[in-house]
DNA sequence: GATGAAATGTTGCAAACCGCACAGAAGAAT
DNA sequence: ATTCTTCTGTGCGGTTTGCAACATTTCATC
């Protein structure tokens, strides 16, 4: 109903919104009062401006005011569902323990490498990480002792990371002592990605990786997604938050894949 | 008075602290009921947490919550005067409009830059921008028809950056029709920088780039940064808020430099 | 275990914000 | 000019947050 083709919109409206976007790419937050302020409107209509550009996905709400869209969301959306949450940081935490000091990484981009990523910054285990995921290096980057470096490529807005040729040729220039990689789903056949160009980077990274370790929760198994990454036997061990179907189960066992429980 | 090198302060409290400014590297803003809710604290807890954060300028206040500290940090609370920001992104705009649709660019890390970045983005000029600031790639990679490259590197969490050999070299694999750099310092010797390892990275835009502009405020006439990036002379067109000294300007005019001065 | 400092929780009240409903204002189309 | 739609402002009750003072707990140290 807003978009009609023909219809010129006016100008108080769209360049208020547009400003305020224009703002929260510059700073991570802005407070209605303020808006109101500066733009001499009431505070309701900046409401509704921010819950306008909030519905449509642009900006994210917060008490108060509006901040900048999350790199990456991370909790998801279903805040109650944290369960999926805490399940993904559990598994972060168990698999930041298979790092040890002055190793080297490969690390995915993804909700789950990320929680990865958040434990080995707690951690500070001295060691080197490359990546192709923004979210993960800027986590990573506050950590003393943590040496990280990014991957080239052609930036994904939606996932706020790098794909393509040029990332798969960077990663196969160098060789790790492991890699941490996610996947959208895992079955007897091995891990599978549902993102376009992903699975490339993640075939690139356990290609260059004397261990790969794949971390995955409760949710991706028996699920499959367009690509396939690698077969099972590709990796060292899968880490999770709980053990497989029997089927599954027997099937990583079978090629010699270690399965490590969180908690 | 917190920092007594022989005490070894109590887990808790830094420990929460430390997990609110890991949550903030990657979402722009917390809430303090989320943050209380999470940690099983009372919210005043959470509240002098934040506060002693903002206290000690790692994070930035906000009604019912804190946002992080832009990436790269942006200059004044003043809001509403706020000449700095207005300034800077008066030079954004005006260098946003030097580009042509289906141009190829290098685009520098930093606060100018990232001005120039936000309203290309806004513009949403169709090009291909090669760059190594986070906060560039993550401004432009919402924007629709603009393809983002990012650079490869050493990851520089102050910055949020990537530097370092491996972005020079491949910086040096990419010719492009401009390049936009920022500079810490302009005198009648050329553009200088004060960050470490910065200056190589604007050379090799410049070396890369067959239009060369730099971005820089009034602030920044007459300073000299720690590294020098190159003569006058390789310059295209120097993007300004006001003309410099008559010294600087000439200098710029006898070196064959154009001057744009924005609005 | 006693002691004291720091950290945390609790309470009460003021201020800021939210959301809704309705009315007025500004444009667009007829 | 008129109608109609969309946008904006105002008022108000309800909720959340902020802030300060005080009570309580925790922890290190003796």
Redesign the interface.
Known sequence: MANDLGTVPRLRKDERR?QI??EL?????V?IS?LSE?FRVSTETIRRDVEGLSADGLI?R????A??R???R?PTFDERAGAQVSERARIGRRAAALVQPGETLMVDSGSTT?QFA?HL??AETPCTVITNG??V??????AEGI???????????SE?A?IGT?TVA?LARHRVDRCMIGASGLTADGPSEAIRGFAAVKRAMLEGARAAHLLVDRGKFGHEGLSRVAPLSRLTSVVCDRLPDSDLRHAIVMADVDIAVAD
């Not at 917060?62 to 005011?65: M, N, R, S």
């Not at 290096?137 to 506050?142: E, H, K, N, R, S």
């Not at 040496?147 to 807005?157: A, I, N, R, S, T």
């Open positions: 547009r976007l224009l790419r510059l700073r991570p937050h407070r303020d500066r994210d917060a008490h108060g005011g901040s900048a999350a790199a990456v991370y990320l958040r910054a707690f923004f979210a290096a800027m986590a990573l980057g506050q040496e990280v470096v990014v991957c080239p490529g052609d930036y994904l807005g706020a790098a040029e960077f």
